[in-house]
């Protein structure tokens, strides 16, 4: 079903007996947010009120609102706590800031018992390929180049989905009603490294010549922040911290892809790299 549909939500309510709520389902790749900016407002605004208003009157012991780093906007150097402004410099992060307004809303008015958490970049095995890690993975298994939005230097935090599940265990069972949870790691890489370490570990190469054949720089996106440096103490207090090596989980994803990457319906069109037109041009709606 679909998170726009009022009548299909409350029904669920109604005969599921529904008594937890982790909310992931959004509209959440940012290249696209440019292009279908009030498809992303709809889906992850509108239907986070549809979702929240069927969980209230359905009573709800819990309701975790699952967001992103992205919110905050970039930073160089100052690290963000679950104290700091939102800043969202694209429409994705502007979508899902704009809907953390409204879960904190409801805690306000009703005391209703949600959980915000805002995760760093995450990878794994059945992670639709048009995001960064299984895109470049799944390019060098086709022989094909790595494509670089920019200059590359754009520095990212990835965390292994295992390590992600544990996290919204840990905060089902102790995050408290009305917080907000950073959910993230200080293994950071950029872009342009991460082609090469997957180049690397793919085509079996350290030259440096021969990994630049395998990378393609494109044209970057209107906004791209350098980085989202978070602190993670309050998760870390509850009793989490991601456990999962960088080495170990990449590993793992590689394997995946090498036999799965026809598991999704127009997975060759993931692969493309997003052509880049003005911000906010060519909006369409849901």
């Known amino acids: 079903g679909d998170i726009c549909e009022p009548d299909f939500i409350k029904q669920l309510f109604e005969t599921e007996k529904i008594d937890i709520v982790l909310h992931f389902a959004a509209q959440t790749h940012v290249d696209l947010s440019y292009w279908h900016a009030l498809e992303f407002t709809y889906v992850n605004v509108y239907g986070t009120n549809v979702l929240l208003a069927a969980a209230h009157e359905a009573n709800v012991e819990k309701f975790v609102y699952v967001s992103t780093d992205e919110v905050y906007g970039g930073s160089t150097d100052e690290e963000f706590d679950e104290s700091s402004p939102k800043r969202p410099t694209n429409p994705y992060a502007s979508s899902k800031a704009a809907a953390e307004c409204f879960v904190q809303s409801y805690w306000e008015r009703y005391q209703f018992p949600a959980v915000i958490t805002r995760s760093s970049n995450v990878y794994g095995p059945h992670q639709y390929p048009e995001k960064v890690i299984p895109k470049f993975i799944s390019l060098l298994q086709q022989n094909r180049k790595c494509c670089i939005h920019g200059s590359g230097l754009q520095r990212r935090n990835f965390l292994y989905a295992a390590d992600v599940v544990e996290a919204f265990l840990t905060v089902l069972k102790e995050g408290k009603p009305g917080e907000i949870y950073n959910i993230g790691t200080n293994f950071e890489m950029s ?57 170990e989980g990449i590993k793992k994803t590689i394997e995946w892809y ?8 127009n997975s060759e069109k993931a692969l493309e790299p997003f052509p880049v037109i003005e911000p906010f041009a060519q909006l369409s709606g849901p």
């Open 191 to 247: 872009i342009a490294q991460l082609a090469k370490e997957l180049i690397h570990l793919i085509k079996k190469t350290s030259s440096e010549s021969e990994m630049e054949h395998w990378m393609d720089y494109v044209k970057d996106r209107p906004m791209n922040d350098l980085r989202y440096p978070m602190n993670s103490e309050k998760m870390h207090n509850l009793g989490w911290r991601p456990k999962v090596p960088w080495k």
């Open 258 to 265: 090498k036999e799965n990457f026809h598991n999704w319906k």
